[in-house]
């Protein structure tokens, strides 16, 4: 069983400790993940309610910060309406489907560790060695990969089975979208396993470890993957999570409330944890996968506490970035969505693939570096040359009326 | 373990399978395939072949289906469709008798193998190195042994794709179809549609 992959924790033999400190880790996991939920519903609000001069939820606990655990308790005793025309079991199923890849998804994700002074990130639990994550199957970050790519079925079924307009076009709508960009995503990664040389998120946070270039700059694949395929995760991971920019899925002026429009009571409830869960579990993978994760020096005391300390700081820099973009950027037209996922971030990243590709291949076999990628850079930008020209002589023959 | 978790992903396997060819809604024959394909997944990821189970669940839940379902709702195939009428004649009893014919030529085989279908010996298509991930192997093969294959097959999709784009993007009629009389503006009268017949 080498499912849970590279833990030392499962290396040995599995007693009942083990499997004690495994539900420990689930329960861990999942009480972080609710709590993290709650605190970026309130922090949204509240930063949103900061950028626009008003105060936000201010009243349920200091500075408000219960607001979301009040709105919860509401949900619960709030009557739930079923529509007459709604397929009743799909319409049940669709916010269970939203909300369990959205659980799923964090098990991958390293969340503390002692990576300081060259420690192989295990920490020390109840006298054995163990990972701070849920799980490190060597599938790793694929296994991401494979809970995004299903979490559109929730927002899929919820709007075919409410058996009403706007909820109907709202999910055409998302699932075109995500599907348009997974294929970024999917390369960006694609761009950061080749640089590390491994799938497990472990083995990706341990290759950005360590004192790093100079001793100063970090060993982050930000800087190690070239900087393109961050920036084209980050923008893809935001119309994934349809979030603004990219929320044409529920676009208040033109779809009332797109998917969960007919959605009452704790189901809505459920849609809405969901959409901020993956807002939290996207930073952190982000994290993971271009900022060394909880990699980074102890400053003081215990290296473990550092981990957890150096994750949650990039994990709230994230998450502040994603509401600094929502309440600054107006929301994108639907042509442009779609162009830019198609027309500039695949082929964008599917470019810088191949060049760091070719990188890699030119160090494996000492060629002259510099002249390798000079020729990989002429080749692609002869390629994207090329893309301009079809795309510009297809517009010319649409407008002339030759084709349609 | 191997066993229970083989027991009760067959069974998901099978009830999903009926349930695609017995729901008369097309979404819900959809979602019981999803069920099948997990099952599949899981089954993989019992045999130890963790890419397989991911590819599995990437490829065919994420995409395959997702189009399917994508192209329901574009079709708005909602409405149950006529199931009585047969396209073919009399395909309701031949598909009946080739599935018993099916399932007896199954059942033969393991009665008439006895303990010889069951020989012990390893399969041929298990690991080549037990103590390499699968990943690296797949990794390792594919791209060295079966490189051609998989150059070929790349090319095959290139072909499909660029085929479906140029099928999609035909080069209209040279001359256009006019437009109906109602629909121009003859500049002597006011631009509204003429009511039809019966209309209100």
Redesign the interface.
């Known amino acids: 069983m080498?499912?849970l992959g590279g833990d030392p924790l499962l290396s040995g033999q599995v007693d009942l400790a083990v499997v004690l400190i495994v539900l420990l880790k689930v329960v861990g996991v999942f009480a972080f993940l609710l709590v993290a939920t709650m605190l970026m519903i309130w922090f949204e609000r509240k930063v949103v309610g900061d950028f626009q001069n008003r105060v936000g939820p201010n009243t349920a606990g200091p500075f408000g910060i219960l607001q979301t655990l009040a709105d919860g308790i509401k949900f619960f005793f709030k009557e739930d309406l079923i529509p007459d025309r709604a397929?009743r079991r799909?319409f049940i199923l669709a916010p269970l489907l939203t909300v369990v890849p959205a659980f799923l998804l964090f098990t991958i994700v390293p969340f503390g560790g002692d990576f300081s002074n060259g420690h192989d990130g295990s920490v020390e639990l109840f006298g054995h060695t163990t990972y701070l994550q849920l799980a490190d199957?060597?599938?790793g970050i694929?296994?991401a990969?494979?809970m995004s790519?299903?979490a559109?079925?929730g927002v899929?079924?919820a709007?075919?089975s409410s058996g009403s307009k706007y909820p109907?076009i709202g999910?055409?709508r998302a699932?075109?979208q995500m599907?348009s960009y997974?294929a970024a995503l999917g390369l960006s990664v694609c761009a950061v396993v080749l640089t590390t040389g491994t799938?497990s998120t472990h083995g990706i946070v341990m290759a950005q470890a360590g004192s790093g270039w100079g001793g100063f700059i970090p060993h982050w694949n930000l800087i190690a993957a070239g900087f393109v395929p961050f920036v084209v995760f980050l923008l893809a991971s935001q119309a994934e999570l349809n979030r603004p920019p990219f929320d044409l899925v529920e676009a208040e002026q033109e779809l009332v409330g797109s998917y969960h429009t007919e959605y009452s009571s704790i189901r809505f409830a459920l849609f809405f944890v969901a959409e901020f869960m993956n807002s939290v579990t996207m930073a952190a993978i982000i994290v993971t996968l271009f900022l060394g994760g909880p990699a980074g020096p102890a400053l003081l005391g215990p290296g473990w506490l550092w981990g957890i300390i150096w994750f949650l700081l990039k994990m709230t820099a994230f998450l502040f970035l994603f509401v600094w973009v929502r309440s600054t950027l107006p929301r994108v037209r639907y042509d442009q969505l779609m162009d830019l996922g198609w027309k500039v971030l695949i082929p964008l990243s599917l470019g810088w693939l191949l060049l760091l590709a070719t990188f890699w291949v030119a160090r494996d076999q000492h060629w002259n570096g510099f002249v390798t990628v000079a020729i990989g850079a002429v080749v692609g930008l002869t390629g994207y040359g090329l893309l301009k020209a079809a795309i510009a002589t297809?517009k010319a023959r649409r407008l002339e009326?030759?084709?349609? | 373990m191997e066993t229970a978790v083989f027991i009760v992903c067959a069974l998901i396997v099978l009830a999903g399978g009926l349930g695609v060819v017995s729901s008369r809604?097309p979404?819900?024959a959809a979602?019981s395939l999803?069920a099948t394909l997990f099952g599949i997944a899981v089954l993989f990821?019992n045999l130890?072949a963790?890419?397989l189970?991911?590819?599995q669940?990437?490829v065919y839940?994420?995409?395959i289906v997702?189009?399917i379902?994508?192209v329901m709702?574009?079709l708005g195939v909602?409405s149950e469709e006529d199931l009585e009428t047969e396209p073919l004649v009399g395909q309701r009893l031949l598909a009946g008798l080739v599935g018993l014919l099916f399932l007896g030529a199954i059942l033969a085989i393991i009665i008439i193998g006895k303990e010889s279908i069951v020989t012990g010996s390893h399969s041929v298509t298990s690991a080549i190195s037990p103590t390499v991930?699968?990943?690296t192997q797949i990794g390792t093969e594919l791209f060295t042994t079966y490189v051609f294959p998989l150059e070929v097959t790349a090319g095959l999709l290139t072909i499909a794709v660029v085929g479906a784009v140029v099928l999609s993007?035909?080069?209209?009629d040279l001359e256009?179809i006019p437009e109906p009389e109602s629909m121009t503006d003859m500049g002597d009268e006011p631009l509204t549609a003429i009511p039809e017949e019966g209309a209100h």
């Open positions: 080498n499912m397929e799909v199957p060597s599938i694929l296994f990969l494979a790519s299903i559109v079925y899929m079924l709007g075919w109907l999910s055409v699932s075109a599907v997974e799938l297809s009326g030759v084709v349609d | 809604n979404v819900h979602l999803i990821l130890g963790e890419l189970a991911v590819v669940v990437i839940t994420g995409a997702v189009l379902l994508f709702m574009l909602d991930s699968n990943i993007r035909r080069p209209r256009p």
